[in-house]
């Protein structure tokens, strides 16, 4: 995990929440933040992706956080924002709670993951930052797209 | 890398690609004048081209190339060394080429070898300066031909017995390709593909548009509109009738591939190509490319036999594979034929159960055309040995997934000893798919209309109800059980299913599918509106679902995802194989006749005769001189034994050439029936219409037709048993008496005489009724052979009645069945019999036979 925290320069993050926790992600790596309406829901698919949406004429994938962490559903009435991510040529849009401000942060500052990190989080956490706020735990997006295709 | 260099770089390699497949024909025609100018002419540009540009090594090659091309331009013999050279410094120059596209210089090497080559051939020429005043056919070389070369007049007549249209097809392309292309431009493959993008994102708009419309009602946009969508269509089309390329781009390397299979193999292989300028989408062609590619290969590695081999089957030496393309409706359909041997049911049997992809039983009530079917199954390939050509581990499961993943089918249309044919059947283009939008569950999916027969409304106000046979629902269509999926079900989509609303009985909808050759039924909750889809794939997350295709954006905006009919065709297999497959069979049990393949052929007189194919052990040819009569009898030598040849009262017997005959096997003993010719093999109902007390007859029966004599195999097995087993030879002769009862007289006179010669003395009798006269008058037996299917008291009834009876009852049943499934097999033990023997084989018979006269001490 280190070499990704390399010391020296800057990197930009753009935050989100979900389910109280901060995130960051790549700001490099968004393309754009929407809000996903018409999800049409994908049979048979895995339990991580939220469905299928149009955004102005693409399709796009969404795929969300929370069950990608193994969190607990969103309220129905809670606002949904996604982020858009550009992955192979495809989008995908990554859908979280909200989205905050983008932050530029030295990496060196960058703190490997506790040891004690649940699996899940483990998994596509890349490191945690230490913020007057709290935590923000930085979120490596392709690893959030790369999970078990099968049907859960 | 500069424009004039990228440009070069285009030309040549379309030039090269054109001058392959020339070459190749140039070497079976080398007199055609035509096309030898056309390809000097290639050579020529790229030479000059290439030396203008400064491109030296390529310029000394294409130079060389070109002497010698020059030479053939001028009259000197064409060797087949001679286009090996040449075909090897086109790939050079393809090399060097791909070099320079990559780095922009010429790489660093020498050309020497293959320079030298060239030059010593054009060195080698006698006949260099012999130049024959016209390019007739019937030029004289002034010298004897050297090793390799076929004199003119023999290449002129193997190109006139060639099949196929006239010369003409040979100018032709020739004419076409080869001539100034005025009115073009070039344009790139990207920007093509930007414009099809950028159309499909118009008719997704247009699409909208018109759904705002028709859910406004009146509206003054409406004829607008009607323009924009008339409008879309025609640039859509236009646009799609750009991306089309004819076939022939895909199958361009096809006439070398089979050259250097044939030097390789050590074959002779025509290659014939029909309907090159049947255009398609040339995303459409890239994915067929390999396919096509891989199955030429097949049929010239597998199909094709070597020439002796030809011979002796009385084929032409050339062996022949062919090539159809052409449209039908939205879809193209490509043959691929090959003249060759044909699949061998009896070796993919085989194969099937050697690789564990059926059992024994499950085969047994295949029809050998189901059977076949089996080569496209993952895991199966019928190479007997892997060859450096083909057998790879890749197989035709390969073919079929590469077809079916651009929505096509690939069937096997007909084989047979005289060839094989194969068709596929692909759309037209992938990106815009007519679809049918339905419901299941709260959610829309696409179903593609190509795949779509018939829609049947189901329900109570209907003519047509859902029924199921435990739990697994049909419909009944026209006398016919159409097996039936249920769209929510299979997509585990959440309903509400509870017995109140009962959801099904509200007004859905059959969508009655067709892929490949099954027919099902798939059950959706209502049908909206067909639409054209710009379909898009799946993203990379998702692909795994093999039930979508693709997805694609509606008109109202929302994104829908396409069925993909090759998973369904696989759920209903699926399903077939368990809950509906006792169903099948009772299905099938209640049809008239089943299906028989018949060997059908000529032998002693004019009118065909014809044996059940599954009598037949193999079919061989013998050197008609290697055939001895000894005693009266006619014997050849066959595996390290004699084996008896029978033929037909009347025959001739050939002086010279090849005897085919067909071989039977008795208890391990082979026995030769010789025949004149081997017409066909079918698969028909068999009724005899006409039976017959002639000898070695059964009766007449019409097959695909034609009146043909059914030859009782029995009769002439009994006369070649007869030949080896002389009286005292029977090695166990035992005194034991057994009762056949077999409705069909064709079993009945099969059977006995093999029991007879196995030492048993047979009583047959033709129903389970006559049997139990027997009983009555008190005759007895210590075995009893029944077959199951009888009319009126069948086998097992038969049994029933036998149960507990005084003289009769501890007699060992042995049970004759053309089925076998566990279910029947558990259903004759309980019924009484000790064994249960498949009806066609005889060993088994034998076997079991020999076993229960142990079991029992019934042996004399």
Known sequence: ?????????????????????????DLDRVRDVFVPRGLSPVPLAPNEVAGLLNLRGRIVTAVDLRRRLGLGPRHDSAPAVAVGIEERGELYGLVVDGVGEVLRLPRSRCEANPVNLDERWAEICRGVYQLDEGLMVIVDVDKVLAFDRTAS | MDELLGDFLTETGERIDLLEPELVRFEREPNNAEMLNAIFRL???????????????????????????????DGAPVTVESVSVILSSLDRIKLILSELEKTGAEPMGSDDDLVERLEQLALAQP??????????????????????????????????????????????????????????????????????????ELVLTRNQLLDLVRKNGKSEFKSPLQRLSTVTAELQEGIMKARLQPIANAWQKLPRLVRELSLNLGKSIDLELDGGETELDRQVLELIKDPLTHMVRNAADHGIESSEERTRAGKPAMGHVKLRAGQEGGSI??????????????????????????????????????????IFRPGFSTAGEVTEISGRGVGMDVVRANIEEIGGTIELKSTSIAGTIFRIKIPLTLAIMPALIVAAGAQCFAIPQFSVMELVRVGDNSEHQLERINATPVLRLRDKLLPLLDLAELLRLEVDDSPDTKRHDAAPTVVVMQHGRKTFGVLVDSVFHAEDLVVKPMSQLLRDIKMFSGNAIL?????????????????????????????????ERDAPVAATSLLVFRAAAPMLKAVPLSLITRLEEFEASSIETMDGDELVQYRGALMPIVFFEGQRRRESGMQPVLVFTEADRPMGLAVDEIVDIVEEPLTIEITTDKPGLIG???????????????????????????????????????????????????????????????????????ALVLKERGSAFDLIVSDLEMPGMDGIAFAETLKGDEAWGKIPLVALSSYGSPRLIEQTRNAGFVSHVGKFDRKGLMDTLEECCKKWSCAA
């Open chain 1, 1 to 25: 995990m280190t070499e990704h925290c390399a010391p020296s320069e800057e990197q930009d993050f753009v935050t989100v929440v979900t389910a109280g926790q901060v995130f960051g992600l």
């Open chain 2, 43 to 73: 050579v020529h540009t790229i030479k000059g081209t290439c030396g203008f540009i400064g491109l030296h090594r390529l310029a000394k090659l294409a130079h060389a190339a070109e002497t010698l091309m020059g030479q053939y331009r």
């Open chain 2, 127 to 200: 006949g260099a300066n012999l130049k024959p005043a016209e390019f007739s056919f019937v030029g004289e070389l002034g010298r004897p031909l050297q090793l390799g070369e076929v004199s003119l007049d023999e290449l002129e007549r193997a190109w006139l017995t060639a099949p196929g249209p006239d010369g003409l097809v040979v100018a032709e392309p020739a004419n076409r390709d080869l001539a100034p292309r005025s009115q073009t431009v070039r344009i790139s493959v990207d920007m093509l593909e930007n414009l099809m993008t950028t159309v499909s």
């Open chain 2, 333 to 374: 359909v490509i043959e691929v034929e090959d003249d060759g041997r044909g699949l061998s049911a009896a070796k993919i049997r085989y194969k099937a159960l050697a690789s564990h992809l059926a059992t024994q039983a499950e085969l047994n009530r295949l029809s050998d055309y189901e059977v076949f079917s089996f």
């Open chain 2, 555 to 587: 008109g109202d905006g929302s994104v829908i995802m396409i069925i993909d009919p090759n998973a369904l065709a696989a759920a209903i297999a699926a399903v077939d194989a368990t809950e509906l497959k006792d169903l099948f069979v009772e299905v």
């Open chain 2, 700 to 770: 007449a029966a019409i097959v695909r037709g034609n009146a043909t004599e059914i030859v009782d195999v029995s009769h002439y097995l009994a006369k070649g048993v007869g030949a080896r087993l002389k009286p005292g030879q029977l090695a166990t002769k035992r005194d034991i008496a057994v009762l056949l009862i077999d409705d069909s007289q064709f079993f009945r006179n099969m059977l006995a005489p093999l029991l007879e010669a196995n030492g048993y003395r047979v009583t047959a009798v033709g129903s389970a009724e006559e």
